[in-house]
């Protein structure tokens, strides 16, 4: 079955880069009939969704307006998996971070597959 | 991209059976039959519940059904049990190729 496996530092210092990955396993990045996301959760802001990248023909993402400026999503083909980027982090980026997949074609449809989830911290 | 409006809490006994309502706006709910549901425990990932305003995945109960009407979609859940207690969010496809998602319901059995 379809799992996706994130890595990536639990703890940012403020103005640096969150960095983190999302390793797909059964499914691929470059999926004509996939979307991956990206969706943050924290007490203060709840679920929130970042972007997502997906393939069809070319490449496209979609980000959220509130992070558009700082944001970038990629698609890694040669290790199926993609990443989250997020400059110039506050403390109000700390959050539990996952990815996702979606099997919408055009739009966004339902998420069915959800990685572990991972905590990052915003702190000097 | 305004969060949809849930109500924070909801509750009912074994057996009953409750609606979780979602308001969004003539923008994202109203426009697309593209709402979700998801039901996460304390500590894990959401887990999707239903699709496409009605549609159940695989391996999902049919005690659980969605609706919609007009900007309001809702999620009934029937013959309510123990392990249905948790919290529940709904989203949806805006017109802008993004998603927004509700601010979550916490549902007690009690």
């Known amino acids: 079955q379809v799992q996706l496996q994130q890595s990536g530092p639990g703890l940012v210092k403020p103005s640096q880069t969150l960095s983190l990955t999302c390793v797909i396993s059964?499914?691929?990045?470059?999926?004509?009939?996939?979307?991956w996301n990206w969706i943050r959760q924290s007490p203060s802001r709840g679920l929130e969704w970042l972007g997502r990248t997906y393939y069809r023909s070319k490449w496209y993402n979609d980000y959220a307006v509130s992070v558009k400026s700082r944001i970038t999503i990629n698609p890694d083909t040669s290790k199926n998996q993609f990443s989250l980027q997020l400059n110039s982090v506050t403390p109000e980026d700390t959050a539990m971070y996952y990815c996702?997949?979606?099997?919408?074609?055009?739009?966004?449809?339902?998420?069915?597959?959800w990685g572990q989830g991972t905590t990052v911290t915003v702190s000097s | 991209q305004s969060a949809l409006t849930q109500p924070a809490s909801v509750s009912g006994s074994p057996g009953q059976s409750i609606t979780i309502s979602c308001t969004g706006t003539?923008?994202?709910?109203?426009?697309?039959?593209?709402v979700s549901w998801y039901q996460q425990h304390p500590g894990k990932a959401p887990k999707l519940m239903i699709y496409e305003v009605s549609q159940r995945p695989s391996g999902v109960s049919n005690r659980f059904s969605g609706s919609k009407s007009g900007n309001t979609a809702s999620l009934t859940i029937s013959g309510l049990q123990a392990d249905d207690e948790a919290d529940y969010y709904c989203?949806?496809?805006?017109?802008?190729?993004?998603?927004?998602f509700g601010g979550g319901t916490k549902l007690t059995v009690l």
């Open positions: 003539s923008s994202d709910v109203g426009s697309y039959n593209l």
């Open positions: 059964g499914d691929s990045v470059s999926s004509n009939s996939a979307a």
């Open positions: 996702a997949r979606d099997r919408g074609i055009v739009a966004t449809i339902g998420m069915d597959v």
């Open positions: 989203s949806s496809y805006e017109g802008s190729s993004t998603v927004v």
